[in-house]
């Protein structure tokens, strides 16, 4: 069949190992859950700030949202990613920046006229428009949504056509898409991309789990998922809300790397809202560390990833 099959890392079975783990952090998402959480970044300087605090804490990559310093509404302006990625750069902590390209993607059809967008729903956008800020600032890592997929009540609109460009972009840039997936037909789907050459190997993929309508958050998806990814693949996954520890530890025994975060989930346990960034990524440490295994430095991490080998890049544009 050409799948790949399931590896284990054998972390919580009893044997001396420390695996290298990467904890990526999502440090605030575009959601408007600054309404039930009060200490969302939602500035330049509070998304930076929490990124670097969630670096200090363990975690070997960010990934970054932009939101309107005034509103917190989600946005994708190029001034502020670079408002973002240039505080982070200058706090001289070690962490690889990775932005989202997934702003612009939604759609929902008008009631007059489905084949018109609703545009108090909608913000769909260019593929251009959409990856425009990882051609100006060129980050290590970007995030490409291979999916379309119900997303609430609207559509989150990633076409074949679409992604071609967007991948052509960001390799243009230098950068290494992270596949954010939600479902096994979404990594078909990036594994055609692969074979026609839009997207280099080594890949790199993030199982995204238990958002509605997708994968559930469940450690037997999480093994058929990465059952289905390319020979030399990596693969990352979260859960969301109160799924978000239990798919870290499932991921760490399975072979793959964590990610966490106040985009996914505002809770440390249940009933206590997580004060910031830093505390989940030092629970997901705390789990990490429990199998034997340990959290990845950003050293590391750019190694397992390849990012040292991606075409187009130089030390300099970091």
């Known amino acids: 069949s050409g799948l790949r099959p399931l590896w284990r890392c054998g972390c919580n079975e009893g044997r001396a190992v420390s695996r290298p783990v990467i904890?990526?952090?999502?440090?605030?998402?575009?959601?408007?859950?600054?309404?039930?959480?009060?200490?969302?970044?939602?500035?330049?300087?509070?998304?930076?700030?929490?990124?670097?605090?969630?670096a200090r804490a363990g975690a070997a990559m960010v990934h970054l949202h932009v939101?309107?310093?005034?509103?917190?509404?989600?946005?994708?302006d190029i001034a502020l990613y670079r408002d973002v990625s240039d505080r982070i750069r200058a706090s001289g902590v070690e962490v690889i920046v990775n932005l989202t390209?997934?702003?612009?993607?939604?759609?929902?059809?008008?009631?007059?006229?489905?084949?018109?967008a609703d545009e108090s729903q909608s913000n769909?956008?260019?593929p251009e428009a959409r990856t425009a800020h990882v051609v100006e600032l060129r980050p290590e890592v970007?995030?490409?949504?291979?999916?379309?997929?119900?997303?609430?009540?609207?559509?989150?609109?990633?076409?074949?056509?679409?992604?071609?460009?967007?991948?052509?972009?960001?390799?243009a840039a230098g950068s290494k898409p992270e596949i954010e997936v939600f479902d096994a037909g979404h990594i078909m789907l990036a594994r055609h991309l692969i074979e026609a050459g839009y997207l280099l190997p080594p890949p790199h993929f993030q199982f995204c789990l238990g958002i509605n309508w997708s994968?559930?958050?469940?450690?037997?998806?999480?093994?058929?998922?990465?059952?289905?990814?390319?020979?030399?693949?990596?693969?990352?996954?979260?859960?969301?809300?109160r799924h978000q520890f239990p798919m870290v530890e499932a991921a760490v025994d399975l072979g793959g790397h964590v990610r966490v975060g106040l985009e996914?989930?505002?809770?440390?346990?249940?009933?206590?809202?997580?004060?910031?960034?830093?505390?989940?990524?030092?629970?997901?440490?705390?789990?990490?560390?429990?199998k034997a295994c340990?959290?990845?430095?950003?050293?590391?991490?750019?190694?397992?990833?390849?990012?040292?080998?991606?075409?187009?890049?130089?030390?300099?544009?970091?």
């Not at 998402?29 to 600054?34: E, L, P």
């Not at 939101?67 to 994708?76: L, N």
């Not at 291979?146 to 460009?165: C, D, I, K, S, Y």
Request: hydrophobic share 45%; proline share 8%.
């Open 124 to 126: 769909l956008l260019s």
């Open 215 to 241: 994968m559930p958050a469940t450690r037997e998806a999480i093994a058929f998922m990465a059952g289905l990814l390319p020979p030399g693949a990596t693969w990352s996954a979260f859960g969301i809300g």
């Open 23 to 54: 904890v990526t952090c999502a440090v605030t998402g575009s959601q408007r859950t600054f309404e039930r959480h009060p200490n969302i970044p939602i500035t330049p300087e509070q998304i930076a700030g929490q990124a670097i605090d969630a």
């Open 101 to 116: 390209t997934g702003y612009g993607g939604r759609f929902m059809p008008s009631t007059g006229n489905p084949r018109i």
């Open 264 to 290: 996914d989930n505002l809770f440390l346990a249940k009933a206590v809202i997580a004060p910031d960034n830093s505390a989940l990524v030092l629970k997901a440490v705390e789990i990490i560390r429990a």
């Open 67 to 76: 939101r309107d310093p005034r509103s917190g509404a989600a946005v994708g």
């Open 142 to 171: 970007c995030s490409l949504d291979v999916a379309t997929m119900n997303f609430g009540e609207q559509v989150f609109m990633n076409t074949p056509a679409h992604l071609r460009v967007m991948a052509e972009r960001i390799r």
């Open 294 to 318: 340990r959290p990845a430095s950003p050293a590391e991490a750019r190694e397992m990833l390849g990012l040292a080998s991606t075409p187009g890049r130089t030390q300099a544009s970091r």
